[in-house]
T-cell receptor, first 112, second 111 residues
């Protein structure tokens, strides 16, 4: 398995609170991604990074921010969580854009 | 807007049957099409197809890319209960460097 770890694995938080999810890789891959997976929508790209301090928006970036200060870590922050952000969040990594991406085990986030 | 459509959305077959899953796509600047298998947790990579590699095979699974029809199929022969999963199709080549996924085909293999 690719060396990719997400934390926490499960989280319940209240509406309006900030939440940060962490993705850590040991593969030294250039690209890191955050996706969310919801019933009826499949996997959708939130943000991605193509290097340290280099990030860009994906399809569903509103309400999310990201940071990448080190090659191995990619953080996803919900500044003020809403119930619509209840989802399963997956981090993924790849060495080259457009090639196979390896996924972390996911974080189940519930906003109440 | 990039788009990936998978069909059928769900499929129930008996062990030993052969299944064909479909994926069609629209993407600005196609680079690759990927198939993933998702059981209870993270998607796991199956195949990547590109203009220079339009057919892939691994054991009972095989996949073909039709660039003219903008589509791909995933075939599974002699299905087993362990093949039960959601199969995801994704493409790269749109504006972002990530993947655009279809909604998946939920495959159930009955003993």
């Amino acid at each position: 398995d690719a060396g990719i770890t997400q934390s926490p694995r499960h989280k319940v938080t209240e509406t309006g609170t900030p939440v940060t999810l962490r993705c850590h890789q040991t593969e030294n891959h250039r690209y890191m991604y955050w996706y969310r997976q919801d019933p009826g929508h499949g996997l959708r790209l939130i943000h991605y990074s193509y290097g340290v301090k280099d990030t860009d928006k994906g399809e569903v970036s509103d309400g999310y921010s990201v940071s990448r200060s080190k090659t191995e870590d990619f953080l996803l922050t919900l500044e003020s969580a809403t119930s619509s952000q209840t989802s399963v969040y997956f981090c993924a990594i790849s060495g080259v854009a457009g090639t196979e991406a390896f996924f972390g085990q996911g974080t189940r986030l519930t906003v109440v | 807007e990039d788009k990936v459509v998978q069909s059928p959305l769900s499929l129930v077959v008996h062990e030993g049957d052969t299944v064909t899953l479909n994926c069609s796509y629209e993407v600005t600047n196609f680079r690759s099409l990927l198939w993933y298998k998702q059981e209870k947790k993270a998607p796991t990579f199956l195949f990547m197809l590109t203009s220079s590699g339009i057919e892939k095979k691994s054991g009972r699974l095989s996949s073909i890319l039709d660039k003219k029809e903008l589509s791909s199929i995933l075939n599974i022969t002699a299905t087993q209960t362990g093949d039960s999963a959601i199969y995801l199709c994704a493409v790269s080549g749109g504006g972002a460097d990530g993947l655009t996924f279809g909604k998946g085909t939920h495959l159930i293999i009955q003993p």
